[in-house]
Protein backbone atom coordinates (compact mmCIF):
# COMPACT_ATOMS: atom_id res chain seq x y z
CA UNK A 1 0.00 0.00 0.00
CA UNK A 2 1.33 3.15 -0.96
CA UNK A 3 0.39 6.53 0.87
CA UNK A 4 0.75 10.62 -0.15
CA UNK A 5 2.31 12.74 2.55
CA UNK A 6 3.10 16.25 2.19
CA UNK A 7 6.48 17.14 1.12
CA UNK A 8 7.69 18.16 4.14
CA UNK A 9 5.48 16.37 6.50
CA UNK A 10 9.28 15.31 8.50
CA UNK A 11 12.60 15.54 7.57
CA UNK A 12 13.12 12.08 6.96
CA UNK A 13 10.21 12.67 3.53
CA UNK A 14 12.88 16.11 2.35
CA UNK A 15 16.01 14.22 2.62
CA UNK A 16 14.65 11.26 0.83
CA UNK A 17 12.97 13.65 -1.58
CA UNK A 18 16.23 15.26 -1.85
CA UNK A 19 18.28 12.32 -2.92
CA UNK A 20 15.65 10.93 -5.26
CA UNK A 21 15.70 13.96 -6.99
CA UNK A 22 19.66 13.29 -7.00
CA UNK A 23 19.69 10.10 -8.73
CA UNK A 24 16.59 10.91 -11.31
CA UNK A 25 18.31 13.98 -12.57
CA UNK A 26 22.11 13.11 -11.71
CA UNK A 27 21.69 16.56 -10.47
CA UNK A 28 22.82 18.06 -6.59
CA UNK A 29 20.53 17.35 -4.04
CA UNK A 30 17.73 19.50 -3.29
CA UNK A 31 16.48 19.57 0.11
CA UNK A 32 17.88 23.75 0.96
CA UNK A 33 15.99 24.72 -2.34
CA UNK A 34 12.72 22.98 -1.19
CA UNK A 35 13.33 24.16 2.33
CA UNK A 36 14.04 27.74 0.78
CA UNK A 37 10.74 27.05 -1.59
CA UNK A 38 8.49 26.15 1.41
CA UNK A 39 8.71 30.30 2.32
CA UNK A 40 6.81 30.77 -1.49
CA UNK A 41 3.16 32.12 -1.52
CA UNK A 42 1.02 28.67 -2.48
CA UNK A 43 3.84 26.01 -1.70
CA UNK A 44 2.53 22.85 -2.07
CA UNK A 45 4.41 19.42 -2.29
CA UNK A 46 3.39 15.93 -2.42
CA UNK A 47 5.13 12.53 -1.37
CA UNK A 48 4.17 8.98 -2.60
CA UNK A 49 5.60 6.67 0.10
CA UNK A 50 5.87 3.10 -0.27
CA UNK A 51 4.76 0.21 2.11
CA UNK A 52 8.18 -0.13 3.52
CA UNK A 53 7.95 4.01 3.74
CA UNK A 54 10.49 4.78 1.27
CA UNK A 55 9.94 7.95 -0.82
CA UNK A 56 8.48 6.66 -4.26
CA UNK A 57 8.04 10.33 -5.87
CA UNK A 58 7.14 13.72 -5.53
CA UNK A 59 5.96 16.59 -7.01
CA UNK A 60 5.89 20.62 -5.53
CA UNK A 61 5.21 23.85 -6.70
CA UNK A 62 4.10 27.41 -5.53
CA UNK A 63 2.07 30.71 -6.73
CA UNK A 64 3.92 31.94 -9.27
CA UNK A 65 4.62 35.57 -8.73
CA UNK A 66 6.77 38.35 -10.22
CA UNK A 67 10.33 38.25 -8.43
CA UNK A 68 10.75 34.73 -8.84
CA UNK A 69 13.61 33.71 -10.94
CA UNK A 70 11.66 31.26 -12.77
CA UNK A 71 8.08 33.34 -13.33
CA UNK A 72 11.20 36.10 -15.18
CA UNK A 73 12.53 34.13 -17.18
CA UNK A 74 9.05 32.13 -18.06
CA UNK A 75 7.33 35.35 -18.90
CA UNK A 76 9.94 36.71 -21.06
CA UNK A 77 9.03 34.40 -23.32
CA UNK A 78 5.24 35.62 -23.62
CA UNK A 79 3.59 38.60 -24.88
CA UNK A 80 1.37 40.56 -22.65
CA UNK A 81 -1.91 39.12 -23.32
CA UNK A 82 -0.45 35.64 -23.42
CA UNK A 83 1.25 36.64 -19.69
CA UNK A 84 -1.87 38.01 -18.28
CA UNK A 85 -3.65 34.77 -18.93
CA UNK A 86 -1.33 32.36 -17.54
CA UNK A 87 0.32 34.19 -14.88
CA UNK A 88 -2.02 36.42 -13.22
CA UNK A 89 -2.96 33.78 -11.09
CA UNK A 90 -0.65 30.93 -11.95
CA UNK A 91 1.21 27.68 -9.99
CA UNK A 92 4.01 26.61 -11.30
CA UNK A 93 4.98 23.13 -10.91
CA UNK A 94 8.69 23.16 -9.97
CA UNK A 95 9.39 19.27 -9.51
CA UNK A 96 8.04 15.81 -10.49
CA UNK A 97 10.55 12.95 -9.81
CA UNK A 98 9.59 9.24 -9.71
CA UNK A 99 11.60 6.54 -8.88
CA UNK A 100 12.69 4.57 -12.08
CA UNK A 101 11.26 1.39 -10.31
CA UNK A 102 8.12 3.10 -10.22
CA UNK A 103 7.45 4.63 -13.54
CA UNK A 104 4.97 3.38 -15.81
CA UNK A 105 2.54 2.47 -13.00
CA UNK A 106 0.17 5.56 -12.53
CA UNK A 107 3.09 7.03 -9.11
CA UNK A 108 3.29 10.64 -11.82
CA UNK A 109 -0.17 10.97 -12.63
CA UNK A 110 -1.34 10.66 -9.37
CA UNK A 111 0.87 12.90 -7.89
CA UNK A 112 0.36 15.63 -10.75
CA UNK A 113 -3.23 14.53 -10.03
CA UNK A 114 -3.38 15.26 -6.18
CA UNK A 115 -0.81 17.99 -6.50
CA UNK A 116 -3.11 20.13 -8.65
CA UNK A 117 -6.37 19.37 -6.92
CA UNK A 118 -5.13 20.63 -3.70
CA UNK A 119 -4.12 24.33 -5.31
CA UNK A 120 -6.52 27.10 -6.05
CA UNK A 121 -5.36 28.53 -8.82
CA UNK A 122 -6.81 29.60 -12.62
CA UNK A 123 -3.91 28.00 -14.65
CA UNK A 124 -0.75 26.49 -13.96
CA UNK A 125 2.74 26.17 -15.93
CA UNK A 126 5.87 24.27 -16.37
CA UNK A 127 9.31 23.62 -18.15
CA UNK A 128 10.76 20.29 -18.91
CA UNK A 129 13.21 18.91 -21.62
CA UNK A 130 11.96 19.22 -24.92
CA UNK A 131 13.86 15.43 -25.28
CA UNK A 132 11.98 13.97 -22.59
CA UNK A 133 9.45 12.70 -24.47
CA UNK A 134 8.51 10.27 -21.51
CA UNK A 135 7.43 13.47 -19.11
CA UNK A 136 5.83 15.35 -22.15
CA UNK A 137 3.71 12.28 -22.69
CA UNK A 138 2.97 12.07 -19.23
CA UNK A 139 1.68 15.47 -19.16
CA UNK A 140 0.27 15.68 -22.66
CA UNK A 141 -2.17 12.65 -21.08
CA UNK A 142 -3.17 14.70 -18.22
CA UNK A 143 -4.31 17.95 -20.90
CA UNK A 144 -1.49 19.83 -20.70
CA UNK A 145 -0.55 21.67 -23.48
CA UNK A 146 2.57 22.96 -25.27
CA UNK A 147 2.66 27.21 -25.11
CA UNK A 148 6.52 27.73 -26.07
CA UNK A 149 8.75 26.20 -27.55
CA UNK A 150 11.91 26.31 -27.96
CA UNK A 151 12.36 27.73 -24.59
CA UNK A 152 15.93 28.00 -23.38
CA UNK A 153 16.72 28.75 -20.11
CA UNK A 154 20.02 27.79 -19.35
CA UNK A 155 23.59 28.82 -20.78
CA UNK A 156 23.96 25.16 -22.00
CA UNK A 157 21.19 25.65 -24.55
CA UNK A 158 19.40 22.83 -23.90
CA UNK A 159 15.60 23.25 -25.43
CA UNK A 160 13.11 22.70 -23.54
CA UNK A 161 9.08 23.38 -23.85
CA UNK A 162 6.83 25.50 -21.27
CA UNK A 163 3.56 23.86 -20.77
CA UNK A 164 0.58 25.16 -19.58
CA UNK A 165 -3.17 23.47 -18.06
CA UNK A 166 -6.29 25.56 -17.30
CA UNK A 167 -7.35 24.66 -13.97
CA UNK A 168 -10.66 26.37 -13.99
Known sequence: MVKIEPLTSTNEVLRQASELHK???NDEAIKERITNHRS?????GMAMLSKEEQVIGFS???????????HELLAKEFHPEEYHYWFQDCF???ELAVHA???KQGVGT??????????????TIL?????????????????????KEPFYPDRLKQPYVIMGKELI
Open 110 to 123: TLMTKLLESVDHQT
Open 92 to 94: EVV
Open 101 to 103: SYR
Open 127 to 147: NTQSSNNTARALYTSLQWKVL
Open 23 to 25: DVW
Open 60 to 70: YGYTSLPGQFY
Open 40 to 44: YKGFT
